[in-house]
């Protein structure tokens, strides 16, 4: 399939640069650099960074807002930025109360994010991080799971983001994205693979009519691949393998997201959400929160992920619906 862009090395620098264009009265590129960052920052609260490799868009750029990130770090597709643009990013938007990093688990990132935390804390500066790893999937052939950071992040941002804009400690804000994190699971699927930017190149081959369980948002594949049947078959199978994660406690309430991963249409987003209300409603768990869209995509593919937030506390419910003008939430 054809694709609307220029010369694949300028892809991301031009995405970075239409961002800054059309949301300029809130976001600003810093020049040179992957970061966007918001315009209005309140000094007197944490800072909220995350970032990672391109090709996920909307993430994370467009949740960098009020109540959401302070700043994002958009780096080559599917490579993370490298430390020393973390480390200007944190430095852009640090404040006296210090700032929180938010990182994905995939190694590369946190060896990246880490560095810079390092960086950041031998000039003076405080920062603390965590690192989601909502991915419930599994390693093929085996059954470690694999515990990525993926489309649950964007319910940590969100959560996190409106923490700090409440006044939150950096300590606190650690604490509670640690408990969020642990409430948090996703698993995604595609029926077809992405492609490279620019290339009709398929990062993974995957079969006409079939589906492939547990895929990474790196274009990785999944776990097992089986024919495809139905969205209602699918959502069954989903629902039923993210409640097994919720052993250690009982879920009763939950916050949930499912989300496009690039060549989703909207139409067959709600189709799967039908699905999933009505199967939840025979579990007997009650959703009080609620989205579908693309919020973390893995440049085309075509697939979707769902994701389970048990809302342990309330004030969780709070920061999910306070408002923020961060464009993509």
Request: a negative charge; proline letters at 2%; glycine letters at 10%.
């Amino acid at each position: 399939m054809t694709q609307i862009i220029n010369k694949p090395k300028d892809t991301v620098s031009q995405v970075l640069n239409g961002v800054a264009f059309i949301h300029q009265d809130k976001l600003e590129r810093v020049k040179n650099t992957g970061i966007i960052k918001y315009k209005n920052i309140k000094k007197n609260q944490v800072a909220v960074i995350s970032g990672g490799g391109s090709g996920h868009e909307p993430a994370h750029f467009g949740y960098v807002g009020s109540g959401m990130l302070s700043a994002s770090v958009s780096g080559p597709i599917f490579i993370p930025p490298k430390a020393t643009e973390i480390l200007k990013a944190i430095k852009e938007v640090n404040s006296e109360m210090g700032t929180l990093l938010i990182i994905k688990n995939f190694e590369a990132d946190v060896t990246a994010f880490l560095e810079a935390e390092k960086l950041a804390k031998e000039v003076g500066l405080l920062v603390e991080h965590v690192i989601v790893n909502d991915d419930c999937s599994i390693e093929e052939g085996s059954y470690k799971k694999r515990r990525r950071g993926v489309a649950g992040t964007i319910f940590v941002e969100k959560i996190l983001g409106a923490a700090a804009q409440s006044g939150m400690t950096l300590g606190e804000l650690k604490m509670l994205g640690e408990e969020v994190i642990l409430a948090t699971n996703t698993l995604g699927v595609a029926l077809a693979s992405g492609k490279e930017v620019g290339s009709e190149a398929e990062i993974f081959h995957l079969e006409k009519g079939q589906i492939s369980f547990g895929i990474g948002i790196h274009g990785e594949a999944g776990y097992r691949e089986e024919t495809f049947f139905s969205s209602e078959y699918l959502a069954n199978e989903l629902i039923n393998k993210l409640l097994a994660q919720y052993r250690d406690f009982p879920v009763e309430r939950i916050g949930l997201m499912i989300n496009g991963l690039g060549a989703t249409t909207v139409m067959e987003q709600y189709i799967f959400a039908n699905d999933v209300k009505r199967l939840l409603q025979l579990e007997g768990i009650e959703v009080v929160f609620q989205k579908s869209g693309d919020f973390m995509t893995s440049t085309n593919m075509a697939g979707i992920s769902l994701t389970f937030l048990a809302l342990k506390e309330d004030k969780w419910l709070d920061y999910l619906k306070e408002e923020t003008d961060a464009f993509a939430w």
